[in-house]
Nanobody, 122 residues
Framework: QVQLVESGGGLVQAGGSLRLSCAAS????????MGWFRQAPGKARELVAA????????YYADSVKGRFTISRDNARNMVYLQMNSLKPEDTGVYYC???????????????WGQGTQVTVSS
């Protein structure tokens, strides 16, 4: 069964860094664009970053540009989110997701991980 498993979340002080990892099972990982979403308490889930199938194309939400970097290793079926200069407003549950389309939106993602909690203290 194909699944996504996130890891790397935790508690960090403002200004700190975390690296999230998402491990994908299955043999077709490189066929899909991937995204990282987050959901803060009481807020809607939002796309934070996305990466194309080959990794050449990336997207970042304005709120994380210059601080977060998405990357992938298709040989290892992994996607990463390096988060630097973290702010309290980055707090939330972070989800890795697979998109059926070349673009990444929550509506076209058909496979989601269980999520990993990121908490940034001020």
């Amino acid at each position: 069964q194909v699944q996504l498993v996130e890891s790397g979340g935790g508690l960090v002080q403002a200004g700190g860094s975390l690296r999230l990892s998402c491990a994908a099972s299955g043999r077709t990982f490189s066929s899909y664009a991937m995204g990282w979403f987050r959901q803060a308490p009481g807020k809607a889930r939002e796309l934070v970053a996305a990466i194309s199938r080959g990794g050449a194309g990336t997207y970042y939400a304005d709120s994380v540009k210059g601080r977060f970097t998405i990357s992938r290793d298709n040989a290892r079926n992994m996607v990463y989110l390096q988060m630097n200069s973290l702010k309290p407003e980055d707090t939330g549950v972070y989800y890795c997701a697979r998109s059926r389309s070349s673009t990444v939106t929550s509506e076209v993602c058909d496979l989601w991980g269980q999520g990993t909690q990121v908490t940034v203290s001020s």
